[in-house]
């Protein structure tokens, strides 16, 4: 069975960091596609960066781009978020998604382009 887990949600003060972690389990290789998105409640769900494995290249939203990193680490088919320089608007569920079809390639963060997603781990960024 094919899932991804998120874990390293934590409340932190602003212009701390976290790394989230989501571990995929079920898949032969770490997933074609593989990446995080955020939702805050009344609002839609908002890509944040993702992994193309096909050429290992990485997607990062201009919203965070300058603060923000993603590194894959193959063997233990894991994706990590690397987020510095915290704000209160990063307070966001932030989600795992993942997907074999590899529709992911355009760097369009569409939502639809994932099939698989974890539970979500909280980030709360205080001021």
């Known amino acids: 069975q094919r899932q991804v887990m998120e874990s390293g949600g934590d409340s932190v003060q602003a212009g701390g960091s976290l790394r989230l972690s989501c571990a995929a389990s079920?898949?032969?290789?770490?997933?074609?596609?593989i990446g995080w998105f955020r939702q805050v409640p009344g609002k839609e769900r908002e890509g944040v960066a993702y992994?193309?494995?096909?050429?290992?290249?990485?997607y990062v939203a201009d919203s965070v781009k300058d603060r923000f990193t993603i590194s894959p680490d193959d063997d233990k088919k894991t994706l990590y978020l690397q987020m510095n320089s915290l704000r209160p608007a990063d307070t966001a569920l932030y989600y795992c998604a993942a997907d074999s079809r590899g529709l992911c390639g355009g760097g369009r963060f569409s939502a639809g382009d994932f099939v698989y997603w974890g539970k979500g781990t909280q980030v709360t960024v205080s001021s």
């Open positions: 992994f193309y494995a096909s050429t290992r290249r990485t």
């Open positions: 079920g898949f032969n290789y770490i997933p074609i596609c």
